[in-house]
């Protein structure tokens, strides 16, 4: 029983640090967007659609190329989610290697049957979601790649194909998330202390890649009124 109180405190406190960190970023975006990566890469994406927009004969190419990468990107992480989905569900069926867990006392925490089925229907449900963000990445990103350049038209302006591309990336970033969430519920198959303490070393690390401490970037505030 006290194996499973850890279970009870440690789990959710680590769940509430991760969600609490993207809703301080969420904040943060939309408040002072010139100060985080995601909302300096908005604006700079806004202004790349409307240089490639505007000679489509010269640039139109390259516009096409950078944007089937982006959706390469989304196809690989899609593909990866998938795939680890459809794993984790034999897995599920099986029960072969959290039997191989339980059996070598690799878990500290609770180690029932739906102890087990919980934190792998979680790490499912990661990769699903991953999957499925990946996938309206792709969409966007399609829908760009044809608008961008229909060029200079009185229907279609630049900030509309890029608030597409934009969109594009933001369900890609959203994605990535989905992957980072999966690895503390990845190791809470060998119980809630590892699984607490990956939570906070990804908060640490996604501090320094989700902020910009570029001051000359930061001080140009006409920026974050246009994101």
Same mark, same amino acid.
């Given at each position: 029983?006290?194996?499973?109180i850890?279970?009870?405190?440690?789990?959710?406190?680590?769940?509430f640090?991760?969600?609490?960190?993207?809703?301080?970023?969420?904040?943060r975006i939309?408040?002072h967007?010139?100060?985080t990566?995601i909302?300096?890469?908005a604006?700079?994406?806004?202004?790349?659609v409307?240089?490639?927009?505007?000679?489509?004969?010269?640039?139109?190419?390259?516009?096409?190329?950078?944007?089937?990468?982006?959706?390469?990107?989304?196809?690989?992480?899609?593909?990866t989610?998938?795939m680890? +989905?459809? *794993? $984790?569900? !034999?897995?599920?069926?099986?029960g072969?290697?959290?039997?191989? %867990?339980? =059996?070598?006392?690799?878990?500290y925490?609770?180690?029932?049957?739906?102890?087990?089925?919980?934190?792998?229907f979680?790490?499912?449900?990661?990769?699903?979601?991953?999957?499925?963000?990946n996938?309206?990445?792709?969409r966007?990103?399609?829908?760009? +790649?044809? *608008? $961008?350049? !229909?060029?200079?038209s009185?229907?279609?302006?630049a900030?509309? %194909?890029? =608030?597409a591309?934009n969109?594009?990336?933001?369900?890609?970033?959203?994605?990535?998330?989905?992957?980072?969430?999966?690895?503390p519920?990845f190791?809470?198959?060998?119980?809630?202390?590892?699984?607490?303490?990956?939570?906070l070393?990804?908060?640490?690390?996604?501090?320094?890649?989700?902020?910009?401490?570029?001051?000359?970037?930061?001080?140009?505030?006409?920026h974050?009124?246009?994101?």
């Amino acid at each position: 029983m006290n194996k499973q109180i850890l279970d009870f405190v440690l789990v959710p406190l680590g769940l509430f640090v991760m969600v609490a960190y993207h809703v301080w970023l969420f904040y943060r975006i939309g408040k002072h967007p010139m100060k985080t990566v995601i909302g300096i890469n908005a604006v700079n994406r806004q202004i790349w659609v409307r240089t490639m927009m505007q000679d489509t004969s010269k640039n139109g190419v390259l516009a096409v190329q950078t944007l089937r990468n982006n959706i390469m990107a989304s196809t690989l992480l899609a593909s990866t989610a998938i795939m680890l +989905s459809s *794993l $984790i569900a !034999v897995l599920m069926t099986g029960g072969g290697g959290m039997l191989a %867990v339980r =059996r070598h006392g690799l878990v500290y925490g609770d180690t029932s049957d739906l102890g087990f089925a919980i934190k792998s229907f979680s790490i499912l449900i990661c990769f699903l979601v991953a999957f499925l963000f990946n996938v309206q990445s792709i969409r966007y990103y399609s829908h760009a +790649s044809i *608008l $961008i350049n !229909v060029g200079r038209s009185p229907h279609l302006s630049a900030d509309y %194909v890029g =608030r597409a591309v934009n969109r594009g990336s933001y369900f890609w970033s959203l994605g990535l998330r989905a992957f980072y969430f999966s690895f503390p519920m990845f190791l809470w198959v060998f119980g809630p202390i590892p699984m607490f303490v990956c939570c906070l070393v990804l908060v640490f690390l996604l501090y320094f890649l989700d902020l910009s401490f570029d001051w000359r970037v930061i001080g140009d505030e006409k920026h974050e009124e246009e994101c």
